[in-house]
T-cell receptor
Framework: KAGVTQTPRYLIKTRGQQVTLSCSPI?????VSWYQQTPGQGLQFLFE???????NKGNFPGRFSGRQFSNSRSEMNVSTLELGDSALYLC??????????????FGPGTRLTVT | KNEVEQSPQNLTAQEGEFITINCSYS?????LHWLQQHPGGGIVSLFM?????KKHGRLIATINIQEKHSSLHITASHPRDSAVYIC????????????WGAGTKLIIKP
């Protein structure tokens, strides 16, 4: 079974631009969560999607948004990029919502650099 | 005070040594995870624990729910074990979202 895949793996953008990151979960997994990892803040939860619905959201501004498609693939969008958005963005998938105790499997991440 | 504390932050050891990484937490949890992150970023889930002890190869994870403490042990450590080890708890107080420790950077020298 293929693991969680994320595209692109690396991305360089300039301030003010927007960016879309993609995550394909493990086949059969319907829950996708997104995390941001920065040296200063560590790993922080962005949001979780299950069956095309956002189930939970972390403490991030509205510039961060996401969606999930009927095939469970998910995209994350960041608008009006700021330098502080430079981070590793990780996606994780699980069979069902995390509240049901299923293990999450992580993708390799997308490293975003904002200049 | 952080809700999840790991120690040590950094650990350098010689190949073959027995390694222990500790994690303490202050919230109610449904499960605790140990994850491994290699340079380059990808995270691999090692264990998910809600009680007792789990073993996988040279890795052993234990949890004491009453003391709100978990340990990750590596026996017969090898340079390929060099990575950042992260403890994360699934918090009952935060709608089951993961709260992450800061990680322990482990370097095993040959």
């Amino acid at each position: 079974k293929a693991g969680v895949t994320q595209t692109p793996r690396y991305l360089i953008k300039t301030r003010g631009q927007q960016v879309t990151l993609s995550c394909s979960p493990i086949s059969g997994h319907r829950s996708v969560s997104w995390y941001q990892q920065t040296p200063g803040q560590g790993l922080q939860f962005l949001f979780e999607y299950f069956s095309e619905t956002q189930r939970n959201k972390g403490n991030f501004p509205g510039r961060f948004s996401g969606r999930q498609f009927s095939n469970s693939r998910s995209e994350m969008n960041v608008s009006t990029l700021e330098l502080g958005d430079s981070a590793l963005y990780l996606c994780a998938s699980s069979l069902a919502p995390v509240t049901q105790g299923y293990e999450q499997y992580f993708g390799p991440g997308t490293r975003l650099t904002v200049t | 005070k952080n809700e999840v504390e790991q120690s040590p932050q950094n650990l350098t050891a010689q190949e073959g040594e027995f390694i222990t990484i500790n994690c303490s937490y202050s919230v109610g949890i449904s499960a605790l995870h140990w994850l491994q992150q290699h340079p380059g970023g990808g995270i691999v889930s090692l264990f998910m624990l809600s009680s007792g002890k789990k073993k996988h190869g040279r890795l052993i994870a234990t949890i004491n729910i009453q003391e709100k403490h978990s340990s990750l042990h590596i026996t017969a450590s090898h340079p390929r074990d060099s990575a950042v080890y992260i403890c994360a708890v699934r918090s009952l107080d935060s709608n089951y979202q993961l709260i992450w420790g800061a990680g322990t950077k482990l370097i095993i020298k040959p």
